[in-house]
């Protein structure tokens, strides 16, 4: 991380009045089963101030610390909780819990930056609107496709494949969700569609955590990379893949574009991500989050680049790293609501 993380036992008081409004707008309520699950090395302050928050909404809240390992023993409790606050200390979107998990109809939130990025990337309604927008767009395309000035051109397939909108709040039942966050993006086919993928000087190249400084030129057949060429980072991005020896590793995971206007390029990590239109593309992992994904293996990287253009199906969407869309476009941040009434209506406990 690029912020620092406070030390002191007292930071934890700080953090209970956002996360309080953070889990209204998750729609935590009186009665509700809100689990913590927290590994060794999870930042203590964030669970003891969800465990407060959840407590003043009257919720019904308890915390799991578990190995930083496949999480078998504690599948059930995620199933029969409502909500599962996420703050893990490593990656953790991909695996059968999700799955499971969100089959059973559990929210699950993700939280893993730094107190100051969160403040920063507060959820708000236009950024929801937005990504709920690029989701609808999405739905219902049978193809994907991505240029770039620097060569990129790909096409992949999503027939059959729901899209996801990431927006920062887990708000209904069966959903995954991650703050801070802005994203549309689709686990496409994964053994179909290709072409060639080119990371240009100023893409972001998350896990290995460096900007591009040179042209890195990615050949895709059948939903895999079959080639990397390029200099120096070229080089390390090849040793980084064969290190996981499996072909898995180089397979289209998700695609997408960020919603974030307010997300800051030069704070790597999840503002990469979510940047507003930027272009996003993964490798690796798909299984968990992704409702149809099917590659579950032991790597996943993601590479957020800017100054695409971008088409689902015939409809281009983006241009040069520019929306072309009204519905897309940044409107004006607006509050997705208060601690008193507000925009939302309901809450998101499961049926029955």
Known sequence: MVESLALDYSASTQLVDMFRRHLKLCKVHAGEHVLIHTDPGSYPHYAAAYMGAAIELGADVFQIVHPNREEKAVIDAWKRADLVIDVSSGPHAYGHIM?????????????????????????????????????????????????????????????????????????????????????????PEEHKGGGVLVLSPGDYMLVINQYVNDYIYLEMNDGRITDIKGGMQAELLKRWFAQFNSEDS??????????????????????????????????????????????????????????????????????????LLDELRHKGDVGITTETGGTQTGHGSRPG
């Open 99 to 187: 799955r499971e998990s969100m089959d059973s109809g559990t929210r699950l939130q993700r939280i893993g930056v730094a107190v100051n990025t969160m403040r920063r990337l507060f959820p708000t309604q236009e950024l929801r609107e937005r990504v709920l927008a690029g989701q609808e767009l999405m739905k219902n395309a049978k193809t994907m496709r991505i240029t770039s000035p620097g060569g990129t051109d790909l096409t992949f397939y999503k027939e059959g494949r729901d899209p996801m909108g990431i927006y920062s709040v887990s708000d209904v039942p069966g959903r995954w969700d991650i703050w801070p966050s802005g994203m549309v993006c689709c686990a």
């Open 250 to 323: 180089y397979r289209i995971a998700h695609v997408g574009w960020g919603c974030e206007r307010r997300a800051n390029w030069l704070i790597p990590g999840q503002d990469n991500e979510c940047m507003y239109a930027n272009m996003q593309i993964a490798f690796g992992s798909n299984l968990g989050i992704f409702k149809g994904a099917t590659t579950l293996t032991n790597s996943h990287i993601d590479f957020p680049s800017l100054n695409n253009s971008y088409w689902v199906d015939d409809i281009q969407i983006m241009e040069n790293g520019e929306f």
